[in-house]
């Protein structure tokens, strides 16, 4: 068996990945203890954290699955549009879990091909996954999680993780090589926005400025930390850009499929014009956080980045948008009139 792990984990290395490892099962049982300690610091988000109660319950709902195989790549490689820096979380714009053009999706094709063709029977789910990936990799020995709460490996945090569920019981565990935090250093709370990193290694979802602007905030005009989102249309670098352990992690050396010609068609101005079919075609597809029911979104916080920070030129803009036909544009949009007193 250690003769497959092995084969399992050079595959993904060849396959583009950063780091691989194999963990049993049964090594995720203390994932319900920690997310209960989670929700016991942050008991106002008991809600958000139900979801994740899942991935408590793996062996009944995956009564073949034996093993994890849980892999990281680096996605801090890729160019970013300058404009689009402090409006859209660069992670989202070179987001290759669902992107068939990337060719990271095609490796991640190629890779389950590659388990599946030895025998295995291999599924994952190439979005928010089939098991805590955090707490997984870090079973794994594959790097660790910071006092922002991302998972960092030596290429700091600009990687995202990918985990199969494999019917075969295997292991391939490393020891992490990353130095932990710095217990002096609390960077990441104080460029936090809107205070959700109020502690080290503790989160408060209903705060965190990536949450509200994407699977989250479907009250903009009430939404108390709406000043703090400031030019965030949707996602937000603030901790992840200060930690000392990404400094010249992020290197643009390769562009990302298509992003240079979207990026053009996003501005403030231009998504308060984007027609509906097009943000649900479009920018859906891309930005798959939100969803297509609630792709209005885009128009609520884009006027929410007008206010907070405001240019004489937003005006018609807003004006325009309190005739917009959905009622959540349109209240949001009112909102900011009042607001701005621009009538």
């Keep these: 068996m250690t003769l497959l792990a092995d084969q399992i984990k050079n595959a993904a290395l060849n396959f583009g990945y950063e780091k691989c490892g194999i963990i049993k099962i049964s ?42 195989v849980i892999c990281v790549r680096k996605y801090g490689k890729y160019h970013i549009p300058e404009h689009l820096k402090g409006m859209i979380a660069k992670y989202y714009l070179v987001d290759g879990r669902k992107d ?33 990936l955090r707490f997984a990799a870090m079973k794994a020995g594959l790097g660790i999680v910071r006092k922002n709460n991302f998972f ?3 290429s700091g945090s600009t990687v995202y993780l990918e985990a199969w569920l494999i019917d075969k019981e295997l292991e391939n565990i490393e020891t992490p090589k990353v130095r932990p935090c710095s217990e002096k250093c609390n960077l990441c709370m104080k460029a ?7 502690k080290p290694y503790t989160m408060n979802p209903i705060a965190c400025v990536s949450c509200i602007t994407t699977f989250m ?5 009430n939404e108390k930390y709406k000043e703090q989102i400031g030019a965030w249309v949707y996602g937000c670098d603030a901790c992840q850009d200060v930690c000392p352990m990404n ?61 907070n920070n405001y240019e004489e030129h937003y005006r018609d803009h807003i004006l325009e948008a309190c005739k917009d036909s959905n009622l959540k544009v349109r209240e949001m949009a009112e909102w900011a009139v009042n607001k701005l007193e621009l009538q």
């Design 27 to 68: 090594d995720i049982d203390g994932y319900k203890e920690k997310l209960e300690e989670r929700i016991e610091k942050v008991p106002e988000a008991k809600g958000f954290y139900q979801g994740q109660y899942r991935f408590t319950q793996l062996k009944d709902t995956y009564p073949w699955a034996k093993s994890i």
């Design 192 to 198: 936090c926005p809107s205070a959700s990193l109020s």
């Design 217 to 221: 905030g479907r009250d903009m005009p």
């Design 152 to 154: 960092y490996t030596e």
């Design 247 to 307: 400094k010249n992690s992020w290197k643009e050396i390769e562009e990302f499929p298509n992003l240079q010609e979207l990026s053009e068609q996003i501005s403030l101005e231009k998504i308060l014009k984007m027609d509906y079919s097009y943000l649900e075609e479009v920018m859906q597809a891309k930005f798959w956080y939100i969803d297509k029911a609630s792709v209005w979104k885009w128009k609520v916080n884009a006027i929410n980045a007008m206010v």
């Design 100 to 132: 068939e053009n990337s060719k990271d999706f095609q490796d991640s094709l190629k890779y389950e091909k590659y388990m599946k063709d030895l025998g295995l029977r291999a599924e994952t789910e190439r979005g928010f996954g089939l098991v805590p």
